[in-house]
């Protein structure tokens, strides 16, 4: 099972994944049937989530029936305990749309709820985060997860996430983290080669390696940044799959 998914990961492009990975997850599903853990964004229980990962999957990772992962589940948590964005309708800018939070945002949401990305067939607009077809101010929420180390100016991209923000709307900037992780940000315009991005990179289709300055970068575009441990809350039950390690990057625009 691991070295399948695994492969799927690696050769399939993630928008046909995207389109039909979710049937086959679920039929994989019966055979973890059980009450070991639990997704908190479908309900769904399982003896134990599906393996995930590119080179060395990790276990007990993967959502068979919404395809959530660690990072999902964790940010679900997050949004039901510390934010307000459950309680009643918001402006919501959704980035390269997760298919596990579109059902539940868009209930909560309705039309305020947009989707959007440069490729995903999720995505109810098709735009550049370099350049956002937004108005300034338009957002009260955005939610940008493991995107901006594929694009070519994180930097640009977070000042147009500042850009479309209401003063003292926020928004979750998650990047992977590939260990042993640099004091400093790295990337190379001249790493073109997809092996040498995975060696150089940690991933074929990323251009930087993140360090341990990411907050900084996140404050050059003008946001307020912090990184919570809200994760650790449930270091002693983990009873949703959690990578109990893994940062929540809030960052904010000043009222």
Known sequence: ????????????????????????????????????????????????????????????????????????????LYLQAKTEFFHHPMDVLHIAPEACFMPGFGKQHGARYVTADLESPLAKVKMDIHQMPFGNNSFDVVLCNHVLEHVQDDIQAMREIYRVLRPGGWAILQVPFFHPVPEVTFEDPAVTLPSERERVFGQDDHVRKYGKDYVRRIQSSGLLAEGSDFGKSYASNNRYGLSVNEVLYIATKPK
């Open 1 to 76: 099972m691991k070295k399948l998914i695994s492969l799927l990961i690696r050769y399939v492009p993630r928008k046909y994944l995207q389109r039909v990975s979710g049937i086959g997850l679920r039929v994989m599903g019966l055979f973890y049937a059980g009450n070991g853990v639990e997704c908190p964004i479908c309900r769904h229980h399982y003896r134990t989530f599906l393996p995930y990962g590119r080179v060395n999957p990790r276990l007990n990772a993967l959502c068979p029936h919404c395809q959530s992962l660690e990072r999902h589940r964790l940010i679900w």
